[in-house]
């Protein structure tokens, strides 16, 4: 009887064990080469070659690159591997690098508005938009002592005028582009880019804190395989920047390039682009939807205090303002 009451006995031997979860190799081989791919496009893209448009598309799109880092930690996270995660938290780190130093708010360092500014409005009209006086309007409402535009036809700039010469008597325009100031421009001209034609304007802007020289763009269109125009407009005005006498210049226009854009990495090198007030990567372009930001206000010799997007008429980019420290 003493031995049916007895309890059963289980060794410990017999005891189940916690199941381990298993490690995927193959998993991780995939996420760790999708990572160093891409770290390497994102560092390196200048070098990719440009065949079929792939250099255009990539150095455009390049700060959407980002989307994909979240996908590589997850899929490194359940793949179990070092390595997988190592790989996929430097892309984080390669990013960073790149993007974050332009995308931090303004605000966080930008000094305080104080003596003479300089505020900068410009936009792309869109010449069959013809909403160019509604643009005129809404960039004067910000106060800009100069307003560039690019993309103007002969009604649009008539038009343009008949709203802005009263309280910016001072303008040019040359092309389809064209200036206007309440301050007095001087020296204008139009901007020889090698190419004979009139997409650009170069002037000095009188201003209480001195002469200040602006150069109004608009470069020639980019699309897949078809911007090697545009790329020669680039790189003639690069050359400018160092041969302009004046300490403080603005460049500002639809310069038909991203940030990212190989292209144009010959002026960002030599002039500064404000943050935006807000922070982000300020896309302008298309206007219902921006993606990319070919539209720049590039300066050296001052200090932001403010930049900004605004919609403006019914072109399809939004404009851009700036607030520079004189």
């Given at each position: 009887m003493s031995a049916l009451l007895e309890a059963p006995h289980r060794s410990t031997g017999d005891a189940p064990s916690p199941r381990r979860r298993r490690a995927r190799p193959g998993l991780a081989l995939v996420t760790t080469v999708l990572a160093l791919a891409l770290m390497a496009v994102l560092a390196f893209h200048d070098f990719l070659p440009d065949l079929f448009g792939l250099g255009l598309l990539v150095d455009s799109a390049l700060p959407w690159f980002g989307l994909l880092i979240p996908v590589l930690l997850v899929v490194a996270l359940v793949s179990r591997s070092l390595a997988a995660i190592g790989a996929a938290v430097a892309s984080v780190l390669v990013w960073a690098v790149l993007f974050v130093p332009a995308i931090v708010p303004l605000g966080w360092n930008a000094p305080a508005a104080s003596g003479t500014t300089l505020t900068v409005a410009s936009q792309n009209v869109e010449a069959d938009s013809g909403t160019a006086a509604e643009s005129a309007t809404a960039l004067a409402a910000t106060g800009a002592q100069v307003i560039a535009l690019q993309e103007m036809d002969d009604a649009a700039?008539?038009?343009?005028?008949?709203?802005?010469?009263?309280?910016?008597?001072?303008?040019?325009?040359?092309?389809?582009?064209?200036?206007?100031?309440?301050?007095?421009?001087?020296?204008?001209?139009?901007?020889d880019l090698g190419l004979g034609w009139q997409r650009g304007i170069a002037a000095d802007l009188s201003t209480p804190a001195g002469l200040v020289s602006i150069y109004v763009v608009h470069a020639a269109s980019a699309r897949p395989g078809d911007h090697a125009t545009r790329d020669e407009m680039l790189a003639n005005l690069a050359d400018y920047v160092p041969r302009d006498e004046n300490e403080r210049l603005v460049m500002v226009g639809d310069f038909n390039a991203g940030s990212s854009d190989r292209h144009f990495s010959a002026l960002a090198a030599q002039l500064d682009e404000p943050n935006q007030d807000g922070g982000g990567f300020g896309f302008t372009w298309p206007a219902g939807l921006p993606v990319t930001r070919p539209d720049h206000i590039l300066q050296r010799g001052m200090k932001a205090v403010s930049s900004t997007t605004i919609s403006a008429g019914a072109s399809d980019h939004l404009a851009i303002v700036a607030t520079l420290q004189l």
């Open positions: 700039r008539e038009e343009v005028s008949a709203v802005l010469d009263e309280s910016y008597p001072y303008s040019y325009g040359i092309g389809t582009v064209g200036v206007w100031s309440t301050y007095p421009i001087e020296n204008a001209q139009m901007l």
